[in-house]
């Protein structure tokens, strides 16, 4: 039984409601514009509904029994698996996910709900000495309260629930607003899949609407003590700007232009094989992907020529037909903005060694050699299924290539000598980097999160439950104090 009918409204309180803005968002397929459902826009009102329901139901469950809350996290766990090809469905046919890429998307998301699982009694205080006699100092972890999530279209249903889950799991509350895109995928869904789970009402609430309506409303409102977003770096800028103004903590993981570094003693074949997956899973929609290729120039003919070969086999087209690894971007603006910075790199010198088409949202790869780091196809972020291959001389020039954008999300370098790629990745300002593997990883017991334009803060394990709770301090003086000369 499908359990996401008539799932096209706001959730607030528990209630599936009509929003009261004039307001229509439209969700279509992205590959055939299929118009899949109309949902009427969330108003300021109901964001402020939404904040104050969530605030209001706070106050119980962040008292609620660890256990209690590791059991509905764990039932939300259950109901995702029980309705993963539902799931899979609506993140094909809305978010333009292959099949590969929606399973590989549920993977994630069960890993992080699992992890998130073991939270409730993973939020320890601790008693420590005092400099005066006869006190004791105690530091309690306690909950945010209320936490405004804002999360994007490439990877709704994780990039949703790693922010929810984890809020959830802490005695957070949470309202969540998804991007306008993928409203079902990215919050929806989320919304049942909670209710099934057996969520007390108010804890988890979704807004549906356009940022022009409610962004900067949902981001300043004065209730919600921490704002997590993720999506790009200029968005990010002013969401900072808008929160760190309401002194609001913020979680934010934002855009990347990653380096996927081959050096000169590089396995030529298997860096080919990693620099395919990291550039065109998801038609490289993803702010791990690889954005720059950055090859040393004694191998560079040999992986280009590989790199080519590789790209020539990967199938475009309709993502239900399963054996297409590359489908839609999320909408044929995105293909007009990537290929104005494709034809401004090929008139600044870079050459094309396989060129695609483009029809709709529909953009085949293309691979571009002889790139400079100053080139708009590398000195932006692509976030489409664009390859330029940038060649290099030393491993200094690399490094220099590296860290010569205001990004550090993601990364990768390729060598046989581990010690070697180790030293290089030390140097690189990057949150993240990879030897002898791709950009695009996650996982749900180690720190994910940028540097520099790519964000603050960082998400899973130990850390997300610093980023999500907030300690306070209470001491316990058990014998009189001498407060001499006062008294």
Not at 9 to 17: C, E, F, H, P, V
Not at 36 to 42: E, F, N, Y
Not at 72 to 96: P, R
Not at 381 to 398: H, L, T
Request: proline share 4%; aromatic share 6%; glycine share 8%.
């Amino acid at each position: 039984m499908a359990i996401l009918e008539g799932v096209d409204k706001q959730y607030i309180n528990g209630q599936w409601t009509e929003g009261s803005c004039e307001t229509i968002i439209e969700d279509k397929n992205p590959f055939n514009q299929e118009k899949l459902l109309s949902i009427k826009g969330a108003s300021q009102e109901d964001v402020d509904k939404a904040y104050k329901t969530a605030e209001k139901a706070a106050e119980s469950w962040g008292k609620e029994l660890p256990q209690k809350r590791a059991e509905i996290v764990n039932n939300f766990h259950d109901a995702i698996v029980d309705n993963k090809e539902e799931l899979i469905e609506w993140l094909i046919k809305e978010a333009g996910s292959s099949r590969v890429k929606a399973e590989a998307e549920i993977q994630i998301s069960l890993g992080i709900i699992k992890e998130a699982a073991s939270f409730p009694s993973r939020m320890h205080g601790y008693i420590t000495n005092s400099r005066v006699p006869h006190k004791e100092n105690r530091v309690y972890r306690r909950p945010l309260g209320v936490m405004g999530i804002i999360s994007p279209w490439n990877f709704p249903l994780n990039l949703s629930i790693r922010s929810v889950v984890t809020a959830i799991a802490l005695g957070n509350t949470v309202v969540l607003k998804p991007a306008s895109q993928t409203p079902i995928t990215g919050a929806l869904a989320i919304a049942k899949l909670f209710e099934i789970a057996g969520l007390p009402k108010g804890v988890c609430n979704a807004v549906v609407g356009k940022g022009s309506d409610i962004g900067d409303y949902f981001v300043e409102h004065e209730i919600p003590k921490l704002i997590s977003f993720t999506g790009s770096t200029p968005v990010g800028r002013n969401i900072g700007k808008l929160a760190g103004q309401k002194l609001k903590r913020m979680a934010l993981e934002l855009g990347g232009n990653n380096v996927f570094v081959a050096m000169e003693d590089a396995d030529v074949d298997q860096a080919v094989k990693a620099a395919l997956y990291g550039k065109f899973m998801h038609q490289g929609q993803i702010c791990m992907s690889i954005n720059r290729i950055v090859v040393h120039e004694s191998i560079a003919d040999e992986f280009v020529e590989k790199f080519v070969e590789g790209t020539k086999k990967l199938k475009v087209g309709n993502p239900q037909d399963k054996e297409v690894t590359i489908g839609p971007l999320i909408d044929s603006k995105q293909v007009e903005r990537i290929n104005e910075d494709l034809q401004k790199s090929i008139d600044a010198g870079a050459k094309v060694v396989f060129e695609g088409k483009s029809d709709g949202a529909l953009m085949h790869p293309t691979v571009l050699d002889h790139v400079t780091d100053d080139m708009p196809i590398a000195a932006n972020e692509i976030f489409g299924p664009v390859a330029p291959i940038i060649r290099f001389k030393s491993n200094d020039e690399a490094l220099t290539i590296a860290n010569s954008q205001d990004f550090g999300l993601s990364g990768a370098v390729h060598t046989k000598d581990v010690e070697k790629g180790l030293q290089f990745a030390s140097k690189v300002i990057t949150g993240m980097i990879h030897i002898n593997d791709q950009t695009v990883n996650d996982e749900s017991n180690v720190p994910f999160g940028g540097e520099k334009g790519s964000g603050i803060g960082r998400f899973n394990g130990d850390f997300i439950i610093e980023e999500f709770t907030r300690v306070q301090w209470i001491s316990v003086q058990h014998e009189p104090r001498d407060y001499t000369p006062f008294a």
